[in-house]
Structure formats: structure tokens, C-alpha cells
């Protein structure tokens, strides 16, 4: 079973050693990092990482602000943000300021800490999917559009009633 890569951040290695216990039995390998500027270097030496999971109240840089910086820097990778202290300007920052998934409080759950993690899992399976298709559509239209020029005429364009386009080759 391919074995997805999950990095908490927070400052306390205690809920780091929890989070890794509550995902024992899953395909999931849990790193962990005790603050922002550690999961930022982790993130930039580890391209497997597929979901950050983030404490929000942390020294030095809080969780909006490393998820802002995960957001900008690594836009493909989901985040969740953990939190004690949950309000509703906090969970609209989390959500709307910096993209992230879901907004959890801690203590949270473990089946949904592990359902949510779940639907986000397969919710970057497939955005990596739909990315690697729009590249493939992208590089089979210049390659189409090449042999078009070179071979005028060599392919026909119809549309399908939903309006996706159609190449016949000749």
C-alpha cells in the first residue's frame, strides 16, 4: 500500500507523539517538526510530504503565519490547523487567508483527526491527478498543433454536446 507523508508541527513533541500514535495502523508515515522554521526546511528537503497538520498557537512564527509561508511556497500540499484556542476569526483566517483544509481543536477526536485527514489524503490524490492530466492535455495540443502546421489539414476539430473538443486525425 503506498504509504502517504504526514508533517506535524507543533511545539510541543507530546501531541506530535500523539498524532503518531493515532495514525499507527494506517499507511501513513507522521515526521514531525517543533516549530514553523523546522517544517519550512523539512518541507524544502522532503518533496514526498503530502499533508502538513499545524499547531496554531507556537513561538517564534504561529501556525497562520507558517501556513502562509507552506501556501506560498509549497502550493501543492494540503494543511489542516490544530488549535486550543479556537474562535471564529481564527478558523476564517486558517480557511480563507492561507487555504487550509479543515480547522480542528484540539483535543480533537481520533476518528474524525482520522477521517478528515483521510478525505484530505484523497483529496490531493486527486488535484495531483487532474495536474497531471492538464499537463498531459497540454503537451499533446503542442504536439497537435506541431504536426498540424507541419501536415495541414492532418487533423479535424468537432465537439461533444458538452463542448469538449474532439481530434480526428485524417
Do not use: C
Not at 483544509?101 to 483535543?107: M, Q
Not at 476518528?111 to 488535484?127: G, H, P, Y
Request: net charge negative.
Amino acid at each position: 500500500m503506498n504509504e502517504n507523508k504526514i508533517l506535524v508541527v507543533d511545539d510541543e513533541e507530546n501531541i506530535i507523539k500523539a498524532i503518531r500514535r493515532t495514525f499507527i495502523d494506517d499507511a501513513v508515515e507522521i515526521v514531525g517538526a517543533t516549530s514553523g522554521a523546522e517544517g519550512l526546511k523539512m518541507l524544502a528537503k522532503d518533496d514526498d510530504i503530502d499533508l502538513v497538520i499545524s499547531d496554531y498557537k507556537m513561538p517564534q512564527m504561529n501556525g497562520i503565519e507558517f501556513l502562509s509561508r507552506v501556501q506560498h511556497d509549497f502550493p501543492n500540499v494540503l494543511t489542516i490547523i490544530l488549535t486550543a484556542y479556537g474562535d471564529i476569526e481564527t478558523a476564517m483566517q486558517a480557511i480563507n487567508e492561507v487555504g487550509a483544509y479543515k480547522f480542528i481543536l484540539k483535543p480533537w477526536n481520533d476518528s474524525e483527526l482520522r477521517i478528515t485527514v483521510k478525505r484530505a489524503l484523497e483529496l490531493d490524490k486527486i488535484l495531483k491527478e487532474r495536474n497531471l492530466l492538464q499537463r498531459t492535455v497540454k503537451r499533446q495540443d503542442i504536439v497537435l498543433k506541431a504536426m498540424e502546421k507541419k501536415y495541414p489539414g492532418i487533423s479535424e476539430v468537432e465537439y461533444d454536446e458538452d463542448g469538449n473538443r474532439i481530434f480526428k486525425l485524417k
